[in-house]
C-alpha cells in the first residue's frame, strides 16, 4: 500500500514550451502532497505544498506563476511548468501525506526528469 | 527553525563492514527525523523514523538509528554492509507533527566495494 506514481518519468521539451508533471495517489486519499526540487548531486528543495481543494503555499524564492500546482482531487496533484527554459531542467519529485491511518507519514514518488532543451 | 547537517558527503566501505552515516539536527520543537535512501533512478524509500517513541529505531534491511538529544545527532547504523546498500542517503528533519514539511540534509553518498 501506499503507492505514489508520477508521469512521465522522463520528459524533453524545447524552450518556451509547457510541461505538465501529474503526481497520484494509487491507493489512498492524500489531503497533502508536497513538491520538491532535485538538483544533481544536491539535495531536495521543498517547491510547494498543495492542500485538496484550495491554493498551493509556496516556498519562497519559489515563482507561483511559473510553476503552476492543481490539487484538484485526493488523488491527484499536477506541477506545471510554464515556459519552460534549460534552468528549469530538473528532476521533480512529489510526496503525498495520507489523510487517515498513516497520516503523519509522506510518500514519496519516483520523479519526473525534465530536460528543456 | 529546524535543519539537519550530515558530516559526510561521501562515504566508502568494504562490503561486511559497519556503516556509520552521520546526522546531527537542530530544532526549537521536539523534532521526527527520519532517514530515507534513493537508489540510481528510483524513488525515495524510507528507511525509518523516530517520532518521540524509542530513542534507538530500527529499520528496513538491517539499518537502525539513534536519537541522541543531548548530542543532537540521529546517526545511521549498519553492522554489516552489502553491495546493494551503495545509493544515496538523505537525513530528515520534520518539526511537530510528522509529515508536515520535510527538510532535506544534503545528502551522503555511500560507496560499498567488494
Known amino acids: 500500500g501506499a503507492v505514489v506514481s508520477q508521469h512521465p518519468s522522463r520528459v524533453i521539451c524545447k524552450s518556451g514550451t509547457s510541461v505538465k508533471i501529474e503526481c497520484r495517489s494509487l491507493?489512498?486519499?492524500?489531503?497533502?502532497m508536497f513538491w520538491y526540487r532535485q538538483f544533481p548531486k544536491k539535495s531536495l528543495m521543498l517547491m510547494a505544498t498543495?492542500?485538496?481543494?484550495?491554493?498551493?503555499?509556496?516556498e519562497q524564492g519559489v515563482e507561483k506563476d511559473k510553476f503552476l500546482i492543481n490539487h484538484a482531487s485526493l488523488t491527484l496533484s499536477t506541477l506545471t511548468v510554464t515556459s519552460a527554459h534549460p534552468e528549469d531542467s530538473s528532476f521533480y519529485i512529489c510526496?503525498?501525506?495520507?489523510?487517515?491511518?498513516?497520516?503523519?507519514?509522506?510518500?514519496f514518488g519516483p520523479g519526473t526528469r525534465l530536460t528543456v532543451l | 527553525a529546524q535543519s539537519v547537517t550530515q558530516l559526510d558527503s561521501h562515504v566508502s566501505v568494504s562490503e561486511g563492514t559497519p556503516v556509520l552515516l552521520r546526522c546531527n539536527y537542530s530544532?526549537?520543537?521536539?523534532?521526527?527525523l527520519f532517514w530515507y535512501v534513493q537508489h540510481p533512478n528510483k524513488g525515495l524509500q524510507l528507511l525509518l523514523k523516530?517520532?518521540?517513541?524509542?530513542?534507538l529505531v530500527k529499520g528496513i534491511n538491517g539499518f537502525e538509528a539513534e536519537f541522541k538529544k543531548s548530542e543532537t545527532s540521529f546517526h545511521l547504523t549498519k553492522p554489516s554492509a552489502h553491495m546493494s546498500d551503495a545509493a544515496e542517503y538523505f537525513c530528515?528533519?520534520?518539526?511537530?507533527?510528522?509529515?508536515?514539511?520535510?527538510?532535506f540534509g544534503k545528502g551522503t553518498t555511500l560507496s560499498v566495494s567488494s
Open positions: 510526496s503525498a501525506r495520507g489523510s487517515s491511518g498513516r497520516k503523519n507519514e509522506q510518500f
Open positions: 530544532s526549537s520543537y521536539s523534532p521526527s
Open positions: 498543495s492542500n485538496e481543494g484550495s491554493k498551493a503555499t509556496y
Open positions: 523516530y517520532t518521540s517513541a524509542a530513542t
Open positions: 491507493d489512498f486519499q492524500a489531503t497533502t
Open positions: 530528515v528533519v520534520s518539526e511537530g507533527q510528522a509529515g508536515t514539511a520535510l527538510i
